[in-house]
């Protein structure tokens, strides 16, 4: 008798009880090898007092099964209640996120009847680190992060799904033509990456014109590797031009642990109304299902459930006068499915899938440390005064000998020396510093600025060091130079 596998499941908030008994009925139904243990995360909890809308208890359950099937919750407004979404990503390690995206052509209305793409998404960094402050009156900052072995991790991955699923060619979407350190590293790395898979096809798209092109021509793409928030992004607009976003299923993916989930919220205004479409959470299960060993099981499901949809069998969401033979609700969507469990479509194209496994990946090497070499430091500044020259005066006047400040900007733009009058200036100001060209700058020497800084009534909310790694300088210009 084959050993059922342990899983974690939660029912979620809104339609999420609804759409998961639908999910769990039509997997026991086709003959899932799994037991569940279930935990309450949610709106609930988080109303109880838990501000991360999950208890301990709950992840000791979730990093012993190891694979955790989650319906849609809902975070409360305010409060300073933390995304679970997040959160669950980040604290196990969930890198990657897998959306595919594919039409129902011509059963699920579309402009786009050759689309079949998968967008694979950086999961734990970029923005969603969640690092803001507010610095001054006028302006707050974001941090983005992103890391070297978060790039290799999620490329290496998209490689080698591409490979095991067949698919041809790999897109890179970034926004390096402004972002040169962060989404630049993550465009270098997919250089290198893809020079160890020559059998497969690589290019690199803007991610501006690049969404253009999914919403216009998505056929033209296979598998998309981005980073976090535009992956997140792209997602929801190529989930949108199948039919609906409704429809899709995410898988996400870590060294240790996986969570799979609908790519759709909560949607409480129609919740316990028996009208959800259950198709995005069973299109997460075969995910899971394919990443436990048991890809037949949701062969069959997925099956089932192309020959339902080209059946005409919809829920309100999708149904179509003229497309649509029958309106259902989530229940009898779920019934409907079950009755077709071993038929397959005779329009729509049969899946088969492979019995091979959850993709795993070599643990990431660290790289030999770079020469690291101080050229300067940015002093950031809150000084309300519209007047760059004032500012340029002052900051001139706590140079030291061997330190001098080179340029101001606001905004990112050059205003000092040189601005032009037309800049809009706000009370935010990067004033550089730097030592005379290849030489290097003490961590004193910044401390003597700053002792000067505040001498001179300088309010110095923020200082950033300027690096040079194997002599390369790693840090950005100020648009205007």
């Avoid at 933390?82 to 011509?106: D, E, H, M, Q, W």
């Avoid at 096809?201 to 793409?221: C, L, M, R, V, Y």
């Avoid at 690291?372 to 706590?398: C, P, R, T, Y």
Wanted: hydrophobic residues 40%.
């Amino acid at each position: 008798m084959t050993q059922k596998t342990r899983i974690t499941l939660a029912k979620g908030d809104g339609i999420g009880p609804e759409i998961m008994d639908a999910t769990l009925r039509i997997l026991e139904a086709a003959g899932a090898e799994i037991e569940f243990d279930e935990i309450n995360i949610g709106e609930k909890v988080y109303l109880n007092g838990n501000t991360s809308g999950i208890s301990n208890d709950a992840w000791d359950i979730i990093r012993r099964n190891k694979v955790f099937l989650k319906a849609p919750i809902t975070t409360p407004q305010g409060g300073g209640y933390k995304s679970l979404n997040v959160t669950t990503r980040k604290f196990l390690g969930l890198y990657a996120n897998i959306r595919p995206c594919f039409s129902l052509n011509p059963y699920i209305e579309t402009k786009h009847p050759l689309m079949d793409l998968v967008i694979i998404r950086e999961n734990e960094e970029d923005l969603y680190a969640g690092i803001e402050h507010q610095q001054t009156d006028e302006v707050v900052q974001c941090l983005k992060l992103i890391s070297r072995p978060g790039c290799e991790k999620i490329i290496r991955y998209a490689f080698e799904y591409a490979k095991q699923q067949g698919r041809k060619k790999v897109t890179c979407m970034s926004k390096d033509n402004i972002m040169k350190q962060t989404d630049g590293l993550f465009h270098d790395v997919f250089k290198e990456i893809a020079a160890e898979y020559p059998e497969i096809q690589n290019e690199h798209w803007i991610i501006d014109i690049g969404s253009a092109k999914i919403a216009d021509t998505p056929e033209d793409f296979d598998v998309i590797v981005t980073l976090n928030l535009y992956g997140d992004i792209i997602s929801d607009i190529a989930a949108q031009i199948t039919g609906s976003v409704g429809l899709a299923g995410s898988a996400n993916i870590g060294e240790e642990c996986a969570m799979f989930e609908a790519i759709h919220g909560s949607a409480p205004t129609i919740a316990g109304q028996n009208i959800a479409n259950p198709s995005g959470l069973i299109q997460g299960a075969i995910q899971m299902l394919a990443h436990i060993g048991q890809p037949k099981v949701g062969e069959k499901i997925q099956n089932a459930w192309l020959k339902t949809l080209e059946d005409g069998i919809h829920t309100g969401d999708i149904y179509k006068e003229g497309l649509s033979t029958q309106k259902v609700g989530t229940k009898e969507f779920a019934d409907a499915l079950i009755a077709r469990l071993g038929q397959v479509p005779s329009q729509l194209k049969a899946v088969e899938f492979a019995e091979t496994g959850s993709l795993v990946l070599p643990k990431y090497q660290r790289k030999p440390a770079k020469k690291k070499d101080l050229l300067g430091v940015d002093l950031f500044v809150h000084w309300a005064d519209e007047d760059a020259n004032k500012i340029g005066a002052i900051m001139e006047s706590i140079s030291l000998d061997s330190v001098k400040l080179r340029m101001i900007t606001n905004r990112g733009i050059k205003v000092y020396p040189d601005g032009f009058p037309e800049t809009f200036l706000t009370d935010h100001w990067l004033c550089r510093f730097k030592k005379t060209e290849g030489e290097s700058m003490s961590n004193t020497e910044i401390i003597e600025l700053l002792k000067k800084a505040i001498a001179a009534g300088i309010d110095v909310i923020k200082t950033e060091n300027l690096y040079a790694f194997d002599g390369k300088p790693a840090f950005s210009l100020g648009q205007g130079q």
